[in-house]
């Protein structure tokens, strides 16, 4: 998911041209997810988040992860 449709393009045209053809890229809201392709074994977000979505946890097969970054006090850490 990209939320700068400019990017979305851009990396839809990449996979294209790595010929993979089992990656999805859509333009809207970083955190809404996309339930309708779901559920995930995986789900990666790039970036730091202040409290892990629900609605992202929501979209996981059962025993599916999700790694995403919450900062703490002093330093962030990885949840997963």
Do not use: W, Y
């Not at 970083?30 to 609605?55: H, Q, R, Y």
């Amino acid at each position: 998911i990209e939320n700068i449709r400019n990017l979305a393009v851009k990396a839809k045209h990449l996979l294209q041209t790595l010929e993979l053809h089992h990656c999805v890229i859509k333009v809207g809201e970083l955190m809404s997810g996309t339930p309708e392709l779901g559920p995930f074994d995986i789900i990666l977000v790039n970036g730091a988040v202040n409290k892990t979505p629900d609605i992202l946890l929501n979209q996981l097969k059962r025993n599916g992860r999700l790694v995403v970054i919450e900062p703490c006090v002093t330093i962030m850490h990885v949840v997963r």
